[in-house]
């Protein structure tokens, strides 16, 4: 029988006490044998929970099942958005619901247009409320109290509460990542401000806006949805539903948690520029779709999302990186935005200068004078002459083999453009790269990746991406 810690409260007789003194030495060293034993097993487990340094040893890691959504929408917009919902919102994987302001009229002939993966609530009456805003929309103030409806709800296992638009895109594996950097047992406030210098001086530089997504940790939910109510009396005068939440976060002394994958998108016309130089840090959400041209030439709108999640299938965290190599025997300088485009610039392109955004877009006010910059981030003009010296390639397909990926680009051809010099023949850039897998201290502390020019072939070049070596520097090699 084996040795077990019960034994002490088995009764004892004599025949066992005699037994138990001629055992005496053997259970001596039998004791000594299990103490080592437990000190040695328990100094072994504590080397091991040092050097795998998860910042929250006592709890699992925070998967999309800890995440719950409320999302903003209405009886009006729901039937034309609910399409940027069902991208991201998958039945038993993701929780949430969306929040109409009054029921959608789903009789038997329209049935299957409203085969939306999200379930609806209907928000509560906020007719009561005060709304003082010139022009602005009181919904607003039920918007805000989504955060309350939703808390209300108590629903089991909540690390983080998700708020956005029914036209925001949220990339939910990298949202998972990112809020795994914080203790969802402490107060948190995560999102992103604006891209337009106007609307963050007009609210705030430290707000969340709405519709790049507003993250807000469990406890926290729980203490604002409980002073919400009070807070909205006093802020009837603000414009939207952000602001409210801003306020009243002010007031329990929170302030925001910037995360720079977060994307209001308060601009307009080609995203281009904003796609192809993304911070290193994952995609977390896009918005304002419908005011931007489809992210992917030659698409509607749809099919460019698509498009770009059939590389977000594949590989989330690397979707947008940028990753820039060389090609010294034909004087080419390469910059990759992965799952997305490929650029091929002409000479020597160093490396700080490719990290500016391009200015492909327009401010989000129209009044705006084009010429001012009216952004939150480094922009690089576009040469005057249309036809500049760089090739621009698109994601065409994507595959992966086990732990390698295969993507695609092909060639976007400006008409107007005559072909002329190196770039004249490249018609395909093909871009090799492992699966992006970053342990949570490769995650806190990122850099960006490296890659080289595998071969040239025909009408184009492959490309491999791999983590840059120790003392690794990216330029043209002479
Ligand atoms: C979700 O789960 C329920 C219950 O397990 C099941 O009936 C339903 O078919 C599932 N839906 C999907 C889309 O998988
Ligand atoms: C987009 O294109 C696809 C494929 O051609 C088509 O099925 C879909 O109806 C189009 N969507 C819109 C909104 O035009
Ligand atoms: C890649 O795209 C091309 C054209 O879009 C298509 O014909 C081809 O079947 C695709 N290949 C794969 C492997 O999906
Ligand atoms: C990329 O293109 C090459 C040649 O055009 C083809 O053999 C390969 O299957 C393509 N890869 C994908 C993922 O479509």
């Given at each position: 029988?084996?040795?077990?810690?019960?034994?002490?409260?088995?009764?004892?007789?004599?025949?066992?006490?005699?037994?138990?003194?001629?055992?005496?030495?053997?259970?001596?060293?039998?004791?000594?044998?299990?103490?080592?034993?437990?000190?040695?097993?328990?100094?072994?487990?504590?080397?091991?929970?040092?050097?795998?340094?998860?910042?929250?040893?006592?709890?699992?890691?925070?998967?999309?099942?800890?995440?719950?959504?409320?999302?903003?929408?209405?009886?009006?917009?729901?039937?034309?958005?609910?399409?940027?919902?069902?991208?991201?919102?998958?039945?038993?994987?993701?929780?949430?619901?969306?929040?109409?302001?009054?029921?959608?009229?789903?009789?038997?002939?329209?049935?299957?247009?409203?085969?939306?993966?999200?379930?609806?609530?209907?928000?509560?009456?906020?007719?009561?409320?005060?709304?003082?805003?010139?022009?602005?929309?009181?919904?607003?103030?039920?918007?805000?109290?989504?955060?309350?409806?939703?808390?209300?709800?108590?629903?089991?296992?909540?690390?983080?509460?998700?708020?956005?638009?029914?036209?925001?895109?949220?990339?939910?594996?990298?949202?998972?990542?990112?809020?795994?950097?914080?203790?969802?047992?402490?107060?948190?406030?995560?999102?992103?401000?604006?891209?337009?210098?106007?609307?963050?001086?007009?609210?705030?530089?430290?707000?969340?806006?709405?519709?790049?997504?507003?993250?807000?940790?469990?406890?926290?939910?729980?203490?604002?949805?409980?002073?919400?109510?009070?807070?909205?009396?006093?802020?009837?005068?603000?414009?939207?539903?952000?602001?409210?939440?801003?306020?009243?976060?002010?007031?329990?002394?929170?302030?925001?948690?910037?995360?720079?994958?977060?994307?209001?998108?308060?601009?307009?016309?080609?995203?281009?520029?904003?796609?192809?130089?993304?911070?290193?840090?994952?995609?977390?959400?896009?918005?304002?779709?419908?005011?931007?041209?489809?992210?992917?030439?030659?698409?509607?709108?749809?099919?460019?999302?698509?498009?770009?999640?059939?590389?977000?299938?594949?590989?989330?965290?690397?979707?947008?990186?940028?990753?820039?190599?060389?090609?010294?025997?034909?004087?080419?300088?390469?910059?990759?935005?992965?799952?997305?485009?490929?650029?091929?610039?002409?000479?020597?392109?160093?490396?700080?200068?490719?990290?500016?955004?391009?200015?492909?877009?327009?401010?989000?006010?129209?009044?705006?004078?084009?010429?001012?910059?009216?952004?939150?981030?480094?922009?690089?003009?576009?040469?005057?002459?249309?036809?500049?010296k760089s090739a621009i390639f698109f994601l065409e397909n994507i595959s992966s083999k086990t732990n390698e990926i295969q993507s695609n680009y092909s060639r976007q051809l400006f008409k107007k453009c005559p072909q002329i010099g190196i770039l004249k023949d490249l018609e395909q850039i093909r871009v090799l790269s492992p699966k992006l897998d970053l342990d949570a201290s490769q995650f806190q502390a990122q850099r960006r990746h490296c890659?080289?020019?595998?071969?040239?072939?025909?009408?184009?070049?492959?490309?491999?991406?791999?983590?840059?070596?120790?003392?690794?520097?990216?330029?043209?090699?002479?």
């Amino acid at each position: 029988m084996p040795p077990s810690p019960y034994h002490n409260h088995s009764p004892r007789n004599s025949q066992t006490q005699t037994l138990t003194t001629r055992l005496k030495p053997l259970l001596i060293l039998f004791t000594s044998i299990i103490l080592l034993y437990f000190l040695l097993s328990h100094t072994h487990i504590s080397q091991n929970s040092a050097t795998t340094t998860t910042p929250y040893p006592l709890s699992t890691p925070t998967c999309i099942h800890h995440l719950v959504f409320g999302i903003a929408s209405s009886s009006n917009s729901f039937p034309k958005r609910q399409s940027y919902i069902n991208t991201w919102f998958h039945p038993n994987v993701t929780r949430g619901y969306v929040f109409l302001d009054e029921n959608i009229n789903t009789n038997n002939n329209n049935k299957k247009k409203f085969k939306s993966s999200i379930p609806r609530l209907i928000s509560h009456d906020t007719s009561h409320f005060p709304y003082t805003f010139r022009g602005g929309l009181r919904s607003a103030i039920r918007v805000t109290r989504i955060v309350k409806e939703i808390v209300e709800l108590n629903l089991p296992n909540v690390r983080w509460y998700v708020f956005g638009d029914d036209d925001t895109v949220f990339f939910t594996d990298n949202l998972v990542k990112t809020l795994s950097k914080y203790d969802h047992n402490k107060w948190y406030y995560i999102g992103s401000n604006s891209e337009s210098f106007e609307q963050n001086s007009r609210y705030s530089f430290e707000m969340a806006f709405g519709g790049g997504g507003i993250v807000i940790s469990y406890p926290l939910a729980k203490v604002l949805a409980k002073v919400l109510d009070s807070c909205l009396l006093r802020y009837a005068h603000l414009y939207g539903s952000d602001s409210r939440i801003f306020s009243c976060l002010a007031e329990l002394g929170v302030v925001l948690s910037h995360e720079p994958g977060f994307h209001q998108v308060d601009i307009r016309g080609n995203l281009f520029g904003l796609l192809s130089s993304h911070p290193l840090a994952p995609l977390v959400s896009l918005h304002h779709l419908d005011s931007v041209e489809p992210i992917f030439p030659g698409m509607n709108r749809t099919q460019a999302l698509e498009q770009l999640f059939s590389a977000v299938k594949v590989d989330p965290l690397r979707v947008l990186q940028q990753t820039v190599c060389y090609d010294h025997s034909k004087s080419l300088t390469i910059s990759i935005s992965w799952g997305y485009s490929v650029q091929v610039f002409e000479g020597n392109q160093l490396l700080p200068d490719l990290l500016p955004v391009q200015r492909t877009f327009l401010p989000w006010k129209r009044s705006l004078n084009v010429n001012s910059n009216p952004f939150t981030f480094n922009v690089k003009e576009l040469s005057r002459d249309s036809c500049q010296k760089s090739a621009i390639f698109f994601l065409e397909n994507i595959s992966s083999k086990t732990n390698e990926i295969q993507s695609n680009y092909s060639r976007q051809l400006f008409k107007k453009c005559p072909q002329i010099g190196i770039l004249k023949d490249l018609e395909q850039i093909r871009v090799l790269s492992p699966k992006l897998d970053l342990d949570a201290s490769q995650f806190q502390a990122q850099r960006r990746h490296c890659c080289d020019v595998l071969s040239s072939f025909d009408k184009g070049m492959e490309i491999g991406i791999r983590p840059c070596g120790d003392e690794e520097l990216i330029f043209m090699t002479p």
